[in-house]
């Protein structure tokens, strides 16, 4: 079986809000800190659903609407970056899951 | 409903789902709050049910036609990987057949919304069959509290109040650190990412495939090569028509050894011995989720405070000592034990801590915490290098000597050993590992 990549596999995830454009985000990166005092940066690894990117200046981007709302990061980051809270059903993104 | 509940059951998850089941049974009045569109729905597990628990709460539950689980459990394999090859401790037994059945594996999302569904039953056979709920879409933002005893909850701008909150909210207990029990930052050593697919295959192929009959299944871990160099293990459950393969993680280990989850997965797909099983498969869902590790360092201070009792993962009630990952089961006794304690309380009109605390005690007299406990040290061992590399190595290098038949005369099988032994660890280190595992399992 050939290995899906990272985006196809996101492809397979149901989120939820899909329709809506304007989401609240329900994580919130302050990426000045990944940008100045971070050692590791490694929010850009860790994530299963590569929400954490870094450019070709090794500046790291987050963006929320691939969450699949798995905790890791929450644990990863020691550095005070990341306030993490659950998707607001209304508002937010997050998943749903048709296996689980 | 303005009228103030027995309880307010926070999660629809295996451990919120029996606490409401247990109260709906004793007619109590509750309110069981699920964030998601439907219980399930935000869950994600390995995932094998441990145990016969569910028969508690759901009677004869294999006798239904389509209950929410998938396959029983007669046949377990663990198997230690090296970059080439597997070897396998395989046990199949008939006695494992019979109902009520010691394990089964379930997909959450599939499986949580049928245990919802027996749960509203028992709910509209209550007393209380008009005034308690199962409300979902709705996230909880506080428990509120008043003179440090939980009152209620909030949820945007409206409040719902009781005399007690079972918080069931999973291992990202974000309301277990708002009041207290833990603290607000937990850090990532004692914490694992699961991660899995789901692979589809006609159910003919998949039944012959892992030699499946009527709705028996199979359970195999993986230890070795599969976590390439990370702290952790690897699974494969049958489903109906899917596998559920996966693998769990150490958060701190990828941090320090730059490596992603997904390519972890990738690299476990490409083993031969899961090439080959998966080989005409099509991946349906991918999926990922934190898990605690069942090192008691990580838990919350207390499982219980006035007004408040944890349940299931939001206590980090996890653990795999190396015979299975327990989770689910842990969830489901934690449930029980929970919704009880607040039956016993409402009986004597008394929510504090000091009624409360007979949950402590129902815990640990309960095998989850006597095995958590007891199975410290077997955690601990179960996280060393030499357990996740060398040994693995080792028995692969022997078994890969030992199966190898050549036209030349055969070696004795203790110089093998010996020979393995030499090159992957040394026979102190086995001593000790010896030694440490004779006491800890």
């Keep these: 079986m050939k290995n899906l990549k990272l985006t196809e596999r996101l492809g397979l995830v149901s989120y939820r809000n899909q329709s809506k454009s304007e989401i609240k985000p329900h994580i919130i990166v302050d990426t000045d800190i990944c940008n100045s005092t971070c050692p590791h940066k490694c929010t850009t690894w860790v994530c299963p659903a590569n929400c954490y990117t870094m450019d070709e200046n090794n500046k790291v981007h987050f963006q929320v609407e691939d969450c699949i709302e798995c905790g890791t990061c929450m644990y990863a980051c020691d550095q005070g970056a990341v306030d993490w809270n659950y998707p607001d059903p209304e508002i937010g993104r997050g998943v749903t899951w048709n296996f689980g | ?441």
Aim: negative net charge; proline residues 2%; charged residues 25%.
């Design chain 2, 1 to 441: 409903m303005d009228e103030k509940f027995d309880c307010i059951v926070i999660g629809g998850g295996v451990a919120g789902l029996a606490a409401a089941m247990t109260l709906a049974k004793n007619n109590m009045k509750f309110l069981l709050i699920e964030r998601g569109e439907f219980a399930g729905s935000k869950n994600v597990s390995g995932g094998v049910l441990w145990g016969s628990d569910l028969a508690k709460l759901v009677p004869n539950y294999w006798e239904e036609e389509d209950a929410g689980w998938e396959r029983f459990i007669n046949h377990r394999r663990l198997t230690l990987m090296d970059e080439q090859s597997a070897f396998t401790l395989d046990f199949k037994s008939s006695h494992f057949n019979e109902p009520p059945y010691t394990g089964v594996v379930v997909l959450r999302s599939k499986f949580d919304n049928w245990l919802s569904g027996k749960v509203q039953e028992a709910i509209d056979a209550s007393d209380y069959a008009m005034d308690s709920f199962i409300a979902t879409n709705i996230k909880v933002d506080e428990v509120l509290m008043e003179n440090d005893k939980a009152v209620g909850i909030r949820t945007g701008e409206d409040e719902f109040h009781a005399d007690s909150v079972i918080i069931a909210e999973g291992v990202n207990n974000l309301l277990t650190r708002q009041v207290g029990l833990q603290d607000k930052y937990v850090p990532a050593d004692h914490m694992l990412t699961g991660i899995k697919e789901i692979i589809r295959f006609d159910q003919d192929v998949l039944e012959q495939k892992f030699q499946l009959n009527g709705l028996s299944g199979m359970s195999n871990e993986f230890v070795g090569w599969a976590t390439d160099g990370v702290e952790g293990g690897g699974f494969l459950y049958t489903n109906r028509d899917t596998i559920s393969l996966g693998l769990v993680l150490g958060i701190k280990d990828m941090r320090e050894k730059k490596k992603s989850p997904h390519d972890v997965l990738n690299h476990f797909k490409t083993h031969p011995a899961i090439a080959d099983i998966i080989k005409d498969g099509e991946v349906v869902e991918y999926s990922a989720h934190v898990v605690s590790s069942g090192d008691k360092r990580a838990m919350p201070r207390e499982l219980y405070k006035d007004g408040i009792l944890l349940a299931g993962e939001s206590a980090n009630l996890l653990m795999n000592a190396g015979k299975a990952i327990q989770g689910m089961d842990y969830a489901m006794r934690s449930g029980i034990l929970a919704a009880e304690t607040i039956v016993e309380a409402k009986k004597k009109e008394d929510f504090s801590s000091a009624t409360l605390k007979a949950y402590r005690t129902k815990m640990d007299e309960s095998y989850v915490m006597k095995d958590i406990n007891g199975f410290q040290d077997a955690v601990h061992l179960l996280h060393t290098e030499t357990m996740q590399q060398k040994v693995p190595n080792l028995i692969c290098d022997f078994g890969r000597q030992f199966f190898t038949i050549k036209n030349e005369p055969t070696p004795k099988s203790k110089d093998m050993l010996k020979g393995a032994v030499k090159r992957h660890a040394s026979f102190w280190e086995l001593a000790k590992l010896g030694f440490k595992a004779g006491k800890s399992l």
